[in-house]
């Protein structure tokens, strides 16, 4: 049981290139989240969604696109990368969106826009 | 807007030491208080939930609890270890799918 896993670790990127995170969750939770995490700023969700062929906006979605065409993937792409999306990204996945319910999350990628 | 803010941002003490990390929140409209654990360069773990009907929490030498009509919550560590080294995150949850986390409190147990 691998819980939530996402790749790649690590990405370089010029200002301009676009990019897909993906995470994947063998625990066949329903939802799913993206978030990212600055200094100062905690983490922030950037969108979420809450089953298959869903998505919703969540704090800071400018910029971000995600896809959730498999109930175990969602995919969190960015078109045109900009210095401002250097980061470190979170995704999580939970059961339900009941209040007992915690969240999982995966080990990070660590994203540098040059 | 809810707002979650932990105090203090850094805690250092010595090994065997009984400490409390603080958390407080503006809304106290929440469904329930999380506490994580992050290592460095690691992802978040679980260590309590609180549901919003709840006063408090327990595993192991962990201990949370939560006053939801003062917007605070705190967490308990006995008997630290150097292994408890991490940041220690606190989250709240305003609606069905949002979490709202604070800066986190970064621990280092010295042996």
């Known amino acids: 049981n691998a819980g939530v896993t996402q790749t790649p670790k690590f990405r370089v990127l010029k200002t301009g290139q676009s990019m897909t995170l993906l995470c994947a969750q063998d625990m066949n939770h329903e939802y799913m989240y993206w978030y990212r995490q600055d200094p100062g700023m905690g983490l922030r969700l950037i969108h979420y969604s809450v089953g298959e062929g869903t998505t919703a906006k969540g704090e800071v979605p400018d910029g971000y696109n995600v896809s959730r065409l498999k109930k175990q993937n969602f995919l969190l792409g960015l078109e045109s990368a900009a210095p401002s999306q250097t980061s470190v990204y979170f995704c999580?996945?939970?059961?339900?969106?009941?209040?007992?319910?915690?969240?999982?999350f995966g080990p990070g990628t660590r994203l540098t826009v040059l | 807007k809810q707002e979650v803010t932990q105090i203090p941002a850094a805690l250092s003490v010595p090994e065997g030491e009984n400490l409390v990390l603080n958390c407080s929140f503006t809304d106290s409209a929440i469904y329930n208080l999380q506490w994580f654990r992050q290592d460095p360069g690691k992802g978040l773990t679980s260590l309590l939930l609180?549901?919003?009907?709840?006063r408090e929490q327990t595993s192991g030498r962990l201990n949370a609890s939560l006053d939801k009509s003062s917007g605070r919550s705190t967490l308990y560590i006995a008997a630290s270890q150097p292994g408890d080294s991490a940041t220690y995150l606190c989250?709240?949850?305003?609606?069905?799918?949002?979490?709202?986390f604070g800066e986190g409190t970064q621990l280092t147990v010295n042996p």
């Open positions: 609180i549901q919003s009907s709840q």
């Open positions: 989250a709240v949850k305003t609606s069905g799918s949002r979490l709202t």
């Open positions: 999580a996945s939970s059961y339900s969106r009941e209040s007992r319910d915690t969240q999982y």
